[in-house]
């Protein structure tokens, strides 16, 4: 079966950095669109982050541009997400995500929290 297992997050300074992994299992990775999504407490859940099968094209929300890169490793079945000058807005779960055959399954969710 399709599962999505993140890990990295945890607590660090606003300017810090931190790198998620999403270590994907049950399907064909290598063909799949990933994205990262995020949960604030109290919001509703939004993507962050896009990136194509082969990795040649990436997206992100406006508010981490230039600071979050999406990859991936094939070879690996994981997506990672480096998050770089992290701010305490960035504090949220964050999920990966993908859809096999028409249905959607997410990750547990890592935590990340940013805080002085």
């Known amino acids: 079966q399709v599962r999505l297992v993140e890990s990295g997050g945890g607590l660090v300074q606003p300017g810090g950095s931190l790198r998620l992994s999403c270590l994907a299992s049950?399907?064909?990775?290598?063909?799949?669109?990933m994205r990262w999504y995020r949960q604030a407490p109290g919001k509703e859940r939004e993507l962050v982050a896009t990136?194509?099968?082969?990795?040649?094209?990436?997206n992100y929300v406006d508010s981490v541009k230039g600071r979050f890169t999406i990859s991936r490793d094939n070879a690996k079945n994981t997506v990672y997400l480096q998050m770089n000058n992290l701010k305490p807005e960035d504090t949220a779960v964050y999920y990966c995500?993908?859809?096999?055959?028409?249905?959607?399954?997410w990750g547990q969710g890592t935590q990340v929290t940013v805080s002085s």
């Open positions: 995500r993908t859809i096999r055959l028409g249905a959607v399954y």
């Open positions: 049950g399907f064909t990775f290598s063909s799949a669109i």
């Open positions: 990136i194509t099968p082969g990795g040649e094209i990436t």
